[in-house]
């Protein structure tokens, strides 16, 4: 399809032809023009003012799917992608492994892919996972791995393939997950775009939105991928609607791009396990991945839950198991008898972390403050604003206002409690760690404020909700889980 859309004639083609086509045409582009355009763009000859124009018509005139897919192609090919063919010196069966991923919309205490990328290798499948940094009241994935000493998440595509390919560990197996920050010669026309659209109010712009997220992933070049579509006070898509609208337009995008793609739709209004904050969600996840335990932390509950069902899902796109139900099983069971914690324990060391500060987290530093929250009321707490609890993290440290900003590895808020959870008077919900001593009092109360309070216990609102398809979207059947 690219070969034939590099192909077409472009004489005719202008940047001002193909804004007016779509701003006063309002005319729907083909993929030829849209390839041609971006990559003029890449190469300098589209101007910023010229391409904000087209971004703004875009913003107002829309985008149909096959538009938005090759959209996102024509961003993937303006810079590296993985060469899984390339490899085979490495692995002769490259090209016969499934390569799955996942992509999460972004929320607070997100740790899900800590313990799902390995959880999944340790299935052999191949989960070649490229994360973010945080920025605002969400967290990122490599700010919490970096807290661990050593970590390095700076890899070009090549060196990416080969650390993922590689034997490693004490029964030679390939290592199968890495977690690592995308390359800089990865889709580098978003990264342009992106900072055009940050500065002209067309960031939640949905066609735009769609292919920036999946043209990361696509530069992967995965054979699945397995959306979390995040809805709620935490997320950046305060409800269900707007996410199941996200997530059908990634699906198709996906699907049209040649990636077997879906998603799960979870709920965000309180934070995902009881860790907020870069070490802490990493111990939070030491503890899950390391608990001999069959029964783990009703603290945590949610958190595996939504791991259990991504990880389902992807092992049925890998052909691993039979359905959704027959995927959480087997996770579970890969989950508890060790295999997570092996691969994830290969994982950091191949990458480069201190191996003793995982296997000993009770040895890692801790902030000079702490306080504890402790609740005005009995009765049950119904709820823990997310968005409020993400934007405390970043005053005491936790997170990143701009950019630039420095990261405080110890800062955080441990939870005591969980929404559904039995409370007393003068209990302790939570404690809070930081290196701002000034700003412990402010943290406390705003903690203590977040929290709802119910005199008769509620029933809680399903995690999540929904499972979407290029064939649909249906109701999630809570029933897999059977028995936590």
């Known amino acids: 399809r690219k070969s034939q859309w590099r192909e077409a004639k472009h004489d005719h083609l202008t940047p001002q032809y193909i804004l007016a086509k779509k701003r006063y045409n309002q005319e729907p582009h083909t993929p030829a023009e849209i390839a041609w355009f971006i990559e003029q763009f890449t190469q300098g000859h589209v101007k910023d003012y010229q391409m904000t124009a087209w971004l703004m018509a875009i913003c107002l005139n829309g985008m149909n799917g096959v538009e938005t897919a090759a959209l996102c192609d024509a961003m993937v090919d303006s810079g590296e992608v993985m060469d899984w063919s390339s490899c085979t010196s490495i692995c002769k069966d490259v090209n016969n492994l499934h390569k799955v991923d996942k992509h999460s919309t972004g929320g607070v205490g997100d740790k899900v892919s800590l313990i799902l990328a390995p959880l999944v290798a340790s299935f052999d499948l191949v989960v070649p996972m490229m994360a973010g940094r945080g920025l605002g009241h969400t967290g990122g994935t490599i700010d919490k791995l970096e807290s661990i000493p050593g970590y390095r998440t700076q890899y070009s595509s090549e060196e990416f393939a080969k ?21 800089k010669d990865m889709v580098p026309a978003d990264k342009r775009m992106y900072a055009l659209r940050d500065v002209t109010s067309t960031v939640s712009c949905l066609p735009l939105q769609i292919s920036s997220i999946m043209s ?58 009881y ?106 707490l119904v ?31 441990l939870f005591h409690k969980r929404p559904g959870m039995h ?62």
């Open 383 to 413: 709820s823990l604003n997310a968005l409020e609890v993400g934007l405390v993290g970043v005053n005491i440290g936790a997170g990143r206002k701009t950019v630039d900003d420095p990261i405080d590895k110890t800062a955080g808020i």
């Open 423 to 484: 409370v007393v008077e003068g209990g302790v919900l939570a404690t809070v760690y930081t290196e701002r001593g000034d700003q412990l009092a402010n943290a406390v109360q705003r903690i203590l404020d977040s929290c709802t309070f119910s005199a008769d216990q509620i029933e809680l609102p399903p995690l999540i909700t929904n499972f979407v398809t290029n064939e649909g979207v249906e109701d999630f059947d809570q029933s897999i889980f059977g028995e936590y």
């Open 216 to 273: 990361k992933k696509i530069a992967e070049r995965p054979d699945s991928l397995v959306l979390d579509v995040k809805f709620g006070l935490g997320s950046f898509n305060k409800n269900v609607e707007e996410s199941l609208q996200l997530a059908s337009g990634m699906i198709e995008t996906g699907e049209l791009c040649g990636i077997n793609t879906t998603a799960l739709v979870t709920r965000m209004d309180s934070p995902l396990g």
């Open 275 to 380: 860790a907020v904050g870069n070490w802490l969600e990493v111990k939070e996840c030491i503890e899950i991945m390391s608990s001999k335990e069959a029964a783990l932390s009703e603290l945590s509950a949610d958190l595996v839950n939504v791991t259990l069902a991504l990880a389902a899902q992807m092992l049925v796109q890998g052909g691993k198991a039979s359905n959704l139900r027959d995927g959480v099983v087997k996770a579970k069971e890969n989950l508890h008898n060790g295999k997570a914690w092996k691969k994830f324990r290969d994982m950091v060391s191949a990458q480069g972390g201190d191996v003793d500060t995982i296997d000993f987290p009770a040895q890692y530093s801790q902030a000079k403050f702490s306080a504890e929250v402790k609740s005005s009321q009995s009765g049950y």
């Open 163 to 183: 650390l993922l390919l590689t034997s490693t560990g004490s029964d030679d197996s390939r290592l199968n997950a890495a977690i690592v920050s995308p390359s």
